[in-house]
């Protein structure tokens, strides 16, 4: 884009001077890919122990129908609450994953919601069909904003810890 008048070319030039240096990122898309991946498959390796522990503790068949087969989503006897506890579980355990793996703040939601609409594809997928009980969706609504409001928070929290300046702190050893 050129500019015929010099006056725009200095002002365009001093503009692109005022850029600020605080917590300056370039995207990075092997990182967020490698990040993605690493969380996917952390999120499904931890679900399906923690389904693992509940299918022993009901006495049922260790199937993958249990993770994607939304009909097993249900309140009406022990093996479906067990399901619904597993994924309530698994959200705990995905914020302190995204804790640990992401540890930003503003990506908590997207990696939440990255997870959750893969998990829908991949049910659709193992179903070959859509999922169509209110249980599946109410259950993955509410693990999708557990899982980003625990993140958040951890997130948060690790975030905003009192950074250390004076002199004082120059001569001593702080565990950030």
């Not at 690493?38 to 068949?61: C, P, T």
């Not at 249900?74 to 793996?101: E, K, P």
Request: proline residues 3%; neutral net charge; hydrophobic residues 50%.
């Amino acid at each position: 884009m050129s500019f015929p008048i010099p006056a725009c070319r200095i002002i365009r030039d001093k503009m692109k001077k005022l850029t600020g240096t605080f917590r300056n990122t370039q995207w990075d898309p092997y990182l967020l890919i490698t990040q993605i991946i690493a969380m996917q498959s952390l999120l499904y390796v931890s679900l399906a122990s923690i389904m693992y522990v509940m299918d022993f503790f009901a006495e049922a068949n260790h199937t993958l129908d249990h993770i994607f087969e939304y009909h097993e989503i249900h309140v009406t006897d022990l093996g479906g609450r067990l399901v619904i506890v597993a994924f309530i579980l698994n959200s705990l355990v995905g914020a302190g994953l995204l804790w640990f793996v992401v540890r930003r703040t503003k990506l908590c939601l997207d990696f939440s919601f990255t997870f959750h609409f893969t998990h829908l594809v991949i049910c659709w997928w193992y179903n070959e069909a859509f999922p169509s009980t209110i249980g599946w969706w109410m259950l993955n609504a509410v693990c999708a904003a557990l899982m980003c409001v625990c993140s958040e928070f951890l997130c948060l929290k690790t975030e905003l810890k009192e950074i250390p300046v004076g002199y004082t702190a120059l001569n001593q050893k702080v565990d950030l």
